[in-house]
C-alpha cells in the first residue's frame, strides 16, 4: 500500500501495515550511515508528510466505536518509530567514537593552539597613547573621584552661579546630601592638585566624566585628558609648542595648527585648537565637514581668579591648561562615525584593533 494514497479504512488490517511500515524503517535505518540519512529515514514515518500521519488522516472516516483503537495503534507505532531511531543514532556515534578510537594516535608533542589573547580597548589604547605623549614631555599623571562637589567642579574654576553647565540640563547630579554629582570634566583633579601642593605643577589628569548627551557623537558617559602646567615662567607660546608637539606625535604626522579664539571660565584667554585634517590633509571632506580642519582641544592661560581660590599668587605664578576628549580622537584617528560603538561591547569591531 502506498501511504500517500492509503486505503479506505480497514482497521483490522490496521497492525499488518504498521508492521510492514515498521520494518521498512528498520531496514532504512539500517543503511544509514550517518545521523542525517538516519534522521531522514525516520521522517518518511514520521514526518509532516509521512505514512504515520497519512494513517492518521483515516481516523476521522472511522466509526466512533473504532477510533479509540485505531489511535492507539498509531500512537504505539509513532513511540516505536522513535526509539529505534534514538537507538539508531546511538549506534551511529559509538561507531564515530571507536573509527576516531582507531585513527592515527594524538601526538601529545604537538604545539597548542594556545588561549585567545584580549587586547587594549581602543579607547583605553587612545588614553594611554595621549597621556604617554605628555608624560614624556614631563608631565606626572593625576588622579581623582568622579563623584564631585560644587566647588571643585565649578565653583574653584570660576564658573559663575548662573552659567549653563551648573543646570541639570547639563549636569547630573547625586541625590543626596553635600550638593554632590557627577563630575563634569577632569578639572576638579587639577584643583585638587593645586590645593595639595605649591607650584610648579605639570599634570595631565586622564579620567571618566559625564554629561547630559547621548547621540550619535555624543556618550552621557566618556572621557577626557586634561592638562596643567603652572610655573613663574609659562606664556602662550609654550601652550602652542606643547600642544603642536602633541598633536604630530599623536597623528604621527607633520600637522599644521593652528589657534582659534574662544572661551571657558577658567582660561583667558581661552582657545581652541585645531591641526589639519589628517583626512584630506586640508582639501575639505565629510571628517572636517568640508573646512581642511579638525578641532581637536580647548585650551588657554589659567584665570588669575582660579589661582586665588587655591591660594596661589596670581602676580607670581603663570600656567596654561587644556583638555581633549578621548572619544573624539579615537575617532579621528580610526575613521569611526558613530561614538556608540565603542561601548557596545561588539567583538567584531573591538576586535579590528
Not at 59 to 71: D, H, T, V
Not at 132 to 137: K, L, N, P, R, T
Not at 255 to 281: K, N
Request: hydrophobic share 40%; proline share 8%.
Amino acid at each position: 500500500m502506498d501511504a500517500r494514497h492509503p486505503a479506505p479504512p480497514d482497521t483490522p488490517g490496521l497492525p499488518a501495515e504498521l508492521d510492514q511500515l515498521l520494518a521498512r524503517l528498520d531496514a532504512d535505518l539500517a543503511a544509514a550511515r550517518n545521523p542525517e540519512e538516519a534522521r531522514g529515514a525516520a521522517a518518511k514515518l514520521l514526518g509532516r508528510k509521512g505514512a504515520l500521519t497519512a494513517l492518521q488522516k483515516r481516523l476521522g472516516s472511522l466509526p466512533p466505536a473504532e477510533r479509540p483503537a485505531f489511535g492507539a495503534a498509531l500512537n504505539a507505532a509513532r513511540q516505536r518509530a522513535a526509539e529505534r531511531l534514538d537507538q539508531r543514532l546511538a549506534e551511529l556515534e559509538r561507531q564515530a567514537f571507536e573509527r576516531s578510537l582507531a585513527g592515527p594516535p594524538l601526538d601529545p608533542t604537538l604545539p597548542t593552539r594556545g588561549p585567545r589573547l584580549g587586547h587594549p580597548h581602543p579607547l583605553a589604547q587612545t588614553m594611554h597613547d595621549i597621556v604617554d605623549i605628555f608624560v614624556g614631555m614631563g608631565f606626572q599623571v593625576a588622579e581623582g573621584p568622579e563623584v564631585e562637589d560644587d566647588f571643585h567642579n565649578f565653583e574653584a574654576l570660576a564658573f559663575p552661579p548662573d552659567h549653563p553647565a551648573r543646570d541639570m540640563q547639563d549636569t547630573l547630579f547625586v541625590d543626596g546630601p553635600g550638593n554632590l554629582l557627577l563630575r563634569t570634566h577632569t578639572s576638579p583633579v587639577q584643583i585638587r592638585t593645586m590645593l595639595a601642593q605649591q607650584p610648579p605643577v605639570r599634570i595631565v589628569c586622564p579620567g571618566a566624566v559625564y554629561r547630559h548627551d547621548d547621540d550619535a557623537t555624543h556618550s552621557p558617559r566618556f572621557h577626557q585628558v586634561e592638562g596643567l602646567l603652572v610655573d613663574d615662567h609659562t606664556s602662550l607660546a609654550d601652550l602652542k609648542g606643547c600642544l603642536t608637539l602633541f598633536v604630530r606625535q599623536f597623528f604621527a604626522s607633520d600637522l599644521d595648527v593652528r589657534f582659534r579664539a574662544s572661551f571657558f571660565p577658567f582660561t583667558e584667554p581661552s582657545g581652541e585648537f585645531d591641526c589639519r585634517c589628517v583626512a584630506c590633509r586640508g582639501a575639505g571632506c565629510r571628517v572636517c565637514k568640508g573646512s581642511g580642519w579638525l578641532e581637536i582641544l580647548g585650551c588657554g592661560m589659567v584665570d588669575p581668579e582660579v589661582f586665588r581660590h587655591v591660594g596661589y599668587d596670581p602676580e607670581r605664578w603663570q600656567g596654561f591648561a587644556f583638555g581633549m576628549g578621548v572619544e573624539r580622537l579615537a575617532m579621528l584617528r580610526h575613521g569611526i562615525r558613530d561614538i556608540r560603538l565603542f561601548f557596545d561591547n561588539d567583538l567584531r569591531f573591538l576586535s579590528q584593533f
